[in-house]
Structures are given as C-alpha cells and as structure tokens.
C-alpha cells in the first residue's frame, strides 16, 4: 500500500502544491514504520512565501491593537477546535504520550496568552521630549524544532503577529501530520493573505533561502546549538534581528534541607519531561555528598513506579520512543559514553526497554559517579538519560551548575524559599524553577550558548517591535 502524501503548503492564503519534489518519509516512532511521507518546499517556494508576506505587510502592521486581538481569538477558537486531531498527530508521528501532551494543548493556549499580553502592551512611550513608537520589525522567519511543532508555531506566530509583523513559517519536515493539522486550523480562521505562510522544507534548503533572504527583518528559532550558530552565520549579511532558543543542560539542585520525597520526584520529572527531548530537561541532578545514598534510593523506586516506558497510547506511560532511528542511535551512544568514562548506571542501561523490541524505546537511564567534565554532564543527550553530581556546599553546587556552556533552565528543591531564591539569583539561566514554580508569561531564553534574546509575554513581543523615537 503507497504510504499518504501530504503534498501542500500554504501560500498567501491558499494550499498550493510545492514547487520541490522531493520526497520525505514520517515514521511512527512507536513501530519505526513508514506511516507517509510529505513533499517538501524548496527555495522556489520559500522566496514565494517571502513575496507574499512582503506584499501583506504594509496592510497588517497598520492594525490597531482591537484588530490584530480579534485575529488572534479567531486562531485561538480555530486550534482549540482542532486539539484532539493534534493529540493524535503527536502520537502517531512523535510518540508523544497521552498522559504527558501539555504542549500541544498549550497550542490554543499560546494565542491566549498573547492576547493577555497585547491587552495591556505600551507600543508608544514617553522618554523626556521623546515619543519611543514601538515599530513591527518587518516581516518574520520563524524556524521550528521537531519536538513540539503546534505549540511553537503557536508561540511564534502568535507573538510576530502580535507586533504587526507578517510570518513566513518553517515547521520541521519531521512534524508534518502535526503541520498539516494545525495549518488546517489556522486557515480556518480567516486571517488576511499572506499574513502568515508555511512551508515546510529542510533546513539547508528553505531554512537558508529565509535566514539569507534581504526581505525577511527578524528570525526566531528554536532548536540546537549548533543550527543557531549556522543561522547567525547566514543572517549576518543582512543583519537581522535574532531570537534563538537553543540547547541546555539544566541542574537540578537539591539542596540538604529539601523534602527528599518531593524534590527527587521533581527532579526527575524536569529530566524525563517530554522523553527527555526537551530543552529545558533537568538532566544534571545535583546532590549533597551526604544524602546521596538516601536520593539514589528514592531515584531507584521512582524512576520504576512513576516513569514508565512504553506504548504512547497507553495513560500509564511516562515517556514515549524517541523520534527517529538517529535520535535513538545519538541517545545510546552517549549511555555508552557514560559507561567507557567511568560513570556507574544506577538505573536502566544500554538497549531497548524489556517487552519492546520495535521502535524507538530507550531505557530511562540514571547516572551516579559523575563528574562535571563527564561527556554525559556536558553535551545535550535530548533523551531520558540523567546524570547525579555530589557536591559539597552551596558555593560549591552553584559553581557545578554554573560550569557549563547552556545557561537556559535550572531547578532549585529546598524548603527554605528564601534560601532558594538566594541560590537562584547566582544560577546563569534565563529561567530557574523553585519547587515546581512556573509562569508561563515570564521571559524564557538563554544565557551562554543557550541563545539570544526572549520569548513569551510582554519580553517576547518586544523582540519583534523597533523603538522609534520621535522628538519634539
């Protein structure tokens, strides 16, 4: 049986079939077999959706706020009608499990919250005699990553439209039943042509053509380190406006007054979010010398009782397959890594889970005897693998999480608020979690190589607005 073809993008308005003709296979992660393929953009017509939010711009960024609102409502009531088809997408093309979906119902929910934020956001400022006009950057390249496709095309195209910015939008050629689906959606809800376009292509290709492209002002990317370094490469030439959220290796601190209990099951909650393909997963778990017998303990149980792997479709399932033949090869070569260098697996190991012989399983592994020049506490695995650090003192467990190239998310356990915060403010992360705390309008980005710039809330619009000052 031919495998399903999606074979449209969307241009100016309309579904239109590609000028590429190249074909990309989808796998279900979950079996490793081909469910369809997609046929991808090239840079025909990624120049294509770049004329065409060219040609919008003009008309979209003269908006008054009550309008560029009321767009966004329309695509919040338009993807919210559509969450159950995305839940199924992500199951069948990302193995994502039903019980752990939050991104993808923050998908209506990214629309939301960027109308709270537009409510109440000061596009004109007074500076002395000058009137600060807050201008829309231009029009946008927003560059998704694989690993939640609908929230992040949400989030961006929420925020650039938001500013008054048009968008040309290159979802991951992996993601795209989830694409399909949520591009569906959002033409339902009736924007003006050629406000938003999608193509979804490679990176090499329709990334490129957009970071290179003298006519797009702004890029917003998430995704690796080492593809954000390409993007500054290719937009230099023009000198665009950057955003990029990229790579991590977060701690999460145990400090020795926290409630074991409670905070090891944090811990390991931040690490295995989202199968350990996440950015912002705790995969450093800092520990005091003295209670690493007790937290290695309670690590051993929880990991078994309240982490399991297996089927996505199962409620009882914690973390899913990873999503491809590579991600899965990338994920046991780093646990072989920790094996050759010294580190002891306190749980799980190399190989594929028991019971699960197909697709894309990995045996959530935990580390002990690590140390912080350990390949495996150093270099993003993006997979449900965890490494323990002993430290000594308080000086000496934020000088651990500290030495580290990331900087993008931290988690700090104690029952002493004050105390929390005060390691929290030394932590060189552009978000650290308390006990759990979360906001989801806070500013959310980098320090170090873990990017440039926000997203998120009022900070995120701001990073597709120009201060124009006028004095009088």
Same mark, same amino acid.
């Given at each position: 049986?031919?495998?399903?073809?999606?074979?449209?993008?969307?241009?100016?308005?309309?579904?239109?079939?590609?000028?590429?003709?190249?074909?990309?296979?989808?796998?279900?992660?979950?079996?490793?077999?081909? #469910? =369809?393929?997609?046929? +991808?953009?090239?840079?025909?017509?990624?120049? *294509?959706?770049?004329? $065409?939010? @060219?040609? !919008?711009?003009?008309?979209?960024?003269?908006?008054?706020?009550?309008?560029?609102?009321?767009?966004?409502?329309?695509?919040?009531?338009?993807?919210?009608?559509?969450?159950?088809?995305?839940?199924?997408?992500?199951?069948?093309?990302?193995?994502?499990?039903?019980?752990?979906?939050?991104?993808?119902?923050?998908?209506?929910?990214?629309?939301?919250?960027?109308?709270?934020?537009?409510?109440?956001?000061?596009?004109?400022?007074?500076?002395?005699?000058?009137?600060?006009?807050?201008?829309? #950057? =231009?029009?946008?390249? +927003?560059?998704?990553?694989?690993?939640?496709? *609908?929230?992040?095309? $949400?989030? @961006?195209? !929420?925020?650039?439209?938001?500013?008054?910015?048009?968008?040309?939008?290159?979802?991951?050629?992996?993601?795209?039943?989830?694409?399909?689906?949520?591009?569906?959606?959002?033409?339902?809800?009736?924007?003006?042509?050629?406000?938003?376009?999608?193509?979804?292509?490679?990176?090499?290709?329709?990334?490129?053509?957009?970071?290179?492209?003298?006519?797009?002002?702004?890029?917003?990317?998430?995704?690796?380190?080492?593809?954000?370094?390409?993007?500054?490469?290719?937009?230099?030439?023009?000198?665009?406006?950057?955003? +990029?959220?990229?790579?991590?290796?977060?701690?999460?601190?145990?400090?020795?007054?926290?409630?074991?209990?409670?905070?090891?099951?944090?811990?390991?909650?931040?690490?295995?979010?989202?199968?350990?393909?996440?950015?912002?997963?705790?995969?450093?778990?800092?520990?005091?010398?003295?209670?690493?017998?007790?937290?290695?303990?309670?690590?051993?149980?929880?990991?078994?009782?309240?982490?399991?792997?297996?089927?996505?479709?199962?409620?009882?399932?914690?973390?899913?397959?990873?999503?491809?033949?590579?991600?899965?090869?990338?994920?046991?070569?780093?646990?072989?890594?920790?094996?050759?260098?010294?580190?002891?697996?306190?749980?799980?190991?190399?190989?594929?889970?028991?019971?699960?012989?197909?697709?894309?399983?990995?045996?959530?592994?935990?580390?002990?005897?690590?140390?912080?020049?350990?390949?495996?506490?150093?270099?993003?695995?993006?997979?449900?693998?965890?490494?323990?650090?002993?430290?000594?003192?308080?000086?000496?467990?934020?000088?651990?999480?500290?030495?580290?190239?990331?900087?993008?998310?931290?988690?700090?356990?104690?029952?002493?608020?004050?105390?929390?915060?005060?390691?929290?403010?030394?932590?060189?992360?552009?978000?650290?979690?308390?006990?759990?705390?979360?906001?989801?309008?806070?500013?959310?980005?980098?320090?170090?190589?873990?990017?440039?710039?926000?997203?998120?809330?009022?900070?995120?619009?701001?990073?597709?607005?120009?201060?124009?000052?006028?004095?009088?």
């Amino acid at each position: 049986m031919q495998p399903n073809v999606i074979s449209k993008i969307y241009i100016d308005g309309e579904f239109v079939t590609p000028h590429g003709t190249e074909l990309f296979d989808l796998y279900n992660p979950a079996t490793g077999q081909v #469910i =369809g393929q997609v046929q +991808l953009a090239d840079q025909v017509d990624a120049e *294509a959706a770049i004329a $065409a939010a @060219k040609r !919008a711009l003009p008309a979209w960024s003269a908006t008054s706020r009550e309008e560029r609102i009321d767009a966004l409502r329309r695509l919040h009531d338009a993807a919210a009608a559509r969450l159950e088809d995305l839940r199924e997408a992500v199951g069948i093309e990302y193995g994502g499990p039903v019980r752990n979906r939050y991104l993808v119902d923050s998908t209506a929910g990214a629309f939301a919250d960027m109308i709270k934020t537009l409510e109440t956001f000061e596009f004109t400022r007074q500076v002395g005699n000058a009137v600060v006009e807050m201008a829309p #950057i =231009g029009v946008s390249g +927003l560059i998704m990553p694989w690993n939640s496709d *609908a929230f992040f095309i $949400a989030d @961006k195209l !929420a925020t650039a439209l938001a500013a008054g910015c048009t968008a040309v939008i290159k979802p991951s050629e992996m993601s795209a039943t989830q694409t399909q689906v949520l591009t569906e959606a959002l033409h339902a809800a009736g924007l003006p042509k050629g406000v938003f376009n999608i193509v979804t292509g490679r990176g090499d290709v329709v990334g490129t053509t957009i970071n290179r492209h003298p006519d797009i002002a702004k890029i917003s990317f998430t995704g690796s380190t080492e593809v954000g370094k390409i993007i500054m490469r290719e937009a230099s030439d023009t000198l665009k406006s950057l955003t +990029l959220e990229l790579g991590g290796k977060s701690p999460s601190i145990i400090l020795d007054d926290a409630n074991l209990e409670e905070a090891v099951s944090g811990a390991l909650g931040s690490g295995f979010v989202n199968s350990g393909q996440a950015c912002v997963a705790g995969t450093r778990i800092l520990v005091q010398e003295n209670q690493l017998d007790d937290v290695l303990a309670l690590i051993t149980k929880k990991v078994e009782a309240d982490h399991p792997v297996g089927d996505p479709r199962d409620p009882a399932t914690a973390i899913g397959p990873m999503v491809s033949q590579r991600q899965w090869e990338r994920v046991q070569s780093y646990i072989q890594r920790g094996v050759d260098e010294g580190a002891r697996i306190v749980v799980g190991g190399p190989g594929r889970p028991e019971g699960l012989p197909d697709g894309y399983y990995v045996r959530p592994t935990v580390f002990a005897d690590v140390t912080n020049d350990m390949t495996i506490a150093r270099e993003e695995i993006f997979g449900p693998v965890l490494s323990v650090i002993t430290y000594r003192d308080e000086n000496h467990a934020v000088e651990i999480a500290n030495d580290t190239t990331y900087g993008l998310h931290a988690y700090v356990f104690s029952s002493d608020p004050a105390r929390a915060r005060r390691i929290a403010s030394r932590l060189e992360a552009g978000r650290v979690s308390v006990n759990g705390g979360f906001e989801q309008l806070s500013p959310f980005g980098g320090f170090k190589q873990s990017g440039l710039g926000r997203e998120y809330g009022s900070f995120g619009l701001e990073g597709f607005l120009e201060p124009r000052s006028v004095m009088l």
